[in-house]
Nanobody, 124 residues
Framework: QVELVESGGGLVQAGGSLRLSCTTSGRTFTTYTMGWFRQAPGKEREFVGGITRSGDSALYADSVKGRFTISRDNAKNTVYLQMNSLKREDTAVYYC?????????????????WGQGTQVTVSL
């Protein structure tokens, strides 16, 4: 079992930046592939990106590629989502998730553990 807590959300103007953090409990952080998802009002929860256990590889959705960067600090049990050049359409609740398979999975059903989410609102 692992608990995940996101932080760093807030209100930002279009073109601005935010960094989300997701801190996990337990001593098994390095056994989990980590993912970031988001859910806008009235829409399905969608994959944003993920990072492997060691942090040596990341995968991004096309909609955020080149603007968002995922990293992790295994010593701090924390994964980050750096979001630059934010757009109105990035407005959503952002969730981090922990998955068991070593590959980065894009389906939300592949992740058994979830945080509570943090709101990101991008204004004009």
């Amino acid at each position: 079992q692992v608990e995940l807590v996101e932080s760093g959300g807030g209100l930002v103007q279009a073109g601005g930046s935010l960094r989300l953090s997701c801190t996990t409990s337990g001593r098994t952080f390095t056994t989990y592939t980590m993912g970031w998802f988001r859910q806008a009002p009235g829409k399905e929860r969608e994959f944003v990106g993920g990072i492997t256990r060691s942090g040596d590889s990341a995968l991004y959705a096309d909609s955020v590629k080149g603007r968002f960067t995922i990293s992790r600090d295994n010593a701090k049990n924390t994964v980050y989502l750096q979001m630059n050049s934010l757009k109105r359409e990035d407005t959503a609740v952002y969730y981090c998730a922990a998955g068991v398979p070593p590959l980065i999975m894009t389906l939300k059903s592949s992740y058994p553990y979830w945080g509570q989410g943090t709101q990101v609102t991008v204004s004009l």
